[in-house]
Nanobody, 117 residues
Framework: VQLQASGGGLVQPGGSLRLSCVVS????????MGWYRQAPGKQRELVAS???????NYVDSVKGRFTISRDNAKNTMYLQMSSLKPDDTAVYYC????????????WGQGTLVTVSS
């Protein structure tokens, strides 16, 4: 399975970005999927997840600002990020959450989001 995240970049505080994750080599449509991020000096955290049927969940710090979605026909997952803050600066990764804190696949390269003026 390959996970290819893209769409990151430099954005000013209050701005927006849309991340994409293309998943190949797996039955994408039946998997719960999630967006993770790792800020400098911090552990990787799961910030948003979406089940195979479209139910979503968010960490408190991004609720109301981030929206996760998926297109099973394209094997692609998205993360629409708005009202971005400097604290959102991190490398963002996609994977398939498994159990209470696990994940199914090897990590891809991720995509860097930098929020700065």
């Amino acid at each position: 399975v390959q996970l290819q995240a893209s769409g990151g970049g430099l954005v000013q505080p209050g701005g927006s970005l849309r991340l994409s994750c293309v998943v190949s080599g797996s039955i994408f449509s039946i998997r719960d999927m999630g967006w993770y991020r790792q800020a400098p000096g911090k552990q990787r955290e799961l910030v948003a997840s979406i089940t195979s049927v479209g139910s979503t969940n968010y960490v408190d710090s991004v609720k109301g600002r981030f929206t996760i979605s998926r297109d099973n026909a394209k094997n692609t997952m998205y993360l629409q990020m708005s009202s971005l803050k400097p604290d959102d600066t991190a490398v963002y990764y996609c994977n398939a959450p498994y159990g209470s804190s696990g994940y199914r696949y090897s990590w891809g390269q991720g995509t860097l989001v930098t929020v700065s003026s």
